[in-house]
């Protein structure tokens, strides 16, 4: 048996049963990270020494039955816009590199609290700001079942690593999708929580951190850590369960969505698998209606203006120096916010507003709706999006979700005919978090297949 294939539970229990050592686990880790990461990228930093380290101090604390937390000596990674005391803190982009975060963020301040090791740190775009795995810092991160193919995005080397089995737990972040869509794109779960939940720094009122895992149970575990309070943020937050169980499906009301009314249309693949999906849950016993498209604006442009400001923020806490060391996508990006006026970012807003309460108008009937996350099968490993003209516009599915502070996650729910992974997209209201991780749990059971770790 290799340690580097189990799910933190897994480990966990081999822990506490004497089967396991963290040392073990470590060990195995590091050699898969070692073996996997010329091939896919997916992690910048690695710190083996310090987590070997780490793990002989758990080995001795639970050969004394005296854990430090949950996730005592379970390897954990960290994206590199999640902030760690001494850890790089480039934010993906070459403008940053040399960056060194001086505190940790309250996802990486719970970590250590649990005893979880953080072994290494996960590639990721230039802030965040693409669905994708390029990054002017580090290069290209590939997909692990097809190494022509793109993570997805901003969480690229978070999803590559935990569905290639180099550490069963990782931290993303989600800012318009970038936990979902490197989930579905990986094959893993990806859980985005409730705005709120999880504390983390900088604050936002869209962005929030969450569990990247190749099981619904180190979903939940992951993130009953994380969404433990902080008093840097004034949030009430969780905790939320650390164990969940599957969600009887009769009686409840579920929606179909398939066309969210402007960005790319879902494509046959993904319709088919998304379709399969939710027949199996009202099979159990949901009623399942189709939503009609619940936006009649297109919104791709909106939040291009939107976020071309937030780039250009971005870009200005730089050196002048250096703020041209981006991707030329982001320039251009942060160009566009550099013209755009202060009425038409309002006016942007104006019309951001009125869809969200059409967004939310549509889906409050339902105790769920089920969705693609996002409308593609995927695209080139080197692209910064699925349309070269429009990178960000297949993210359709899931930028929206944000804005309204919904939670939402992704559970693989099949592959295509070329073998890559498609994920299905469960959303429902604010602080329904922990009945979609037991949804996720029944629909995990349903689903008659398991991913798996591809062969690299």
């Known amino acids: 048996m290799n340690a580097w294939t189990l799910s933190a539970t897994e480990l966990l229990a081999g822990y506490a049963n004497g089967s396991l050592s963290p040392v073990e686990a470590m060990r195995s880790t590091l050699e898969r990270a070692a073996a996997i990461n010329p091939k896919l990228n997916a992690f910048f930093e690695i710190r083996g020494d310090e987590a070997m380290a780490q793990a002989r101090a758990a080995e001795e604390r639970w050969a004394k039955h005296a854990p430090a937390g949950p996730l005592d000596g379970v ?27 001086s505190y940790d ?75 979902r ?44 850590v994380i969404s433990r309070p902080d008093a840097r943020t004034g949030e009430p937050a969780g905790p939320t369960p650390a164990r969940v169980e599957p969600l009887a499906a009769g009686g409840l009301k579920l929606g179909l969505l398939l066309d969210m009314g402007y960005g790319p249309d879902v494509e046959a693949e993904v319709a088919q698998l998304i379709e399969h999906a939710a027949r199996l849950l009202e099979a159990q016993g949901a009623t399942l209606a189709t939503l009609p498209a619940p ?31 981006a991707l030329d996508a982001i320039n251009r990006t942060c160009e566009a916010g550099d013209r755009l006026s202060a009425k038409a970012y309002l006016r942007a807003g104006e019309t951001l507003d009125k869809a969200k309460a059409s967004f939310v108008e549509a889906l409050s009937p339902f105790d769920f709706v089920l969705a693609p ?40 729910c099949g592959f295509t005919a070329a073998g890559l992974p498609i994920g299905l997209q469960i959303i429902a209201a604010k602080h329904r978090d922990a009945v979609i991780l037991a949804l996720a749990a029944t629909y995990e059971r349903l689903r008659g297949f398991t991913p798996g770790i591809p062969e690299i």
């Open 75 to 101: 390897p954990v990674s960290i994206k590199d816009s999640v902030a760690a005391t001494g850890w790089p803190y480039w934010r993906g982009t070459k403008a940053r590199v040399g960056t060194v975060s």
């Open 105 to 179: 963020a309250p996802p990486t301040a719970r970590l250590k609290e649990a005893g979880a090791i953080i072994f290494a740190k996960t590639t990721m775009p230039d802030y965040g700001l693409l669905a994708s795995g390029i990054s002017s810092a580090h290069g290209v991160t590939r997909n692990p079942w097809d190494l022509r193919m793109n993570t997805g995005g901003s969480s690229s080397g978070a999803a590559a690593s935990v569905a290639a089995g180099a550490g069963a737990l990782s931290i993303g972040s989600d800012l318009g999708g970038s936990v």
């Open 181 to 224: 869509l490197p989930a579905a794109q990986c094959g893993l779960f990806g859980h985005k929580p409730t705005v709120g939940l999880v504390p983390h720094l900088p604050v936002s009122t869209a962005r929030v951190a969450g569990p990247l895992t190749r099981t619904v149970a180190d979903g939940a575990l992951l993130l009953s």
């Open 295 to 325: 936006v009649d604006v297109d919104l791709n442009p909106v939040f291009d203006q939107i976020f071309s400001v937030r780039a250009a923020m971005e870009r200005d806490e730089l050196p002048p120096e250096r703020s041209r060391e």
């Open 373 to 412: 996350v996002l409308p593609v099968t995927g695209f080139a490993a080197d692209a910064a999006g699925a349309d070269p003209e429009h990178p960000t516009w297949h993210v359709n599915f899931t930028s929206l979700i944000n804005q309204i502070g919904w939670p939402a996650a992704s559970i693989c």
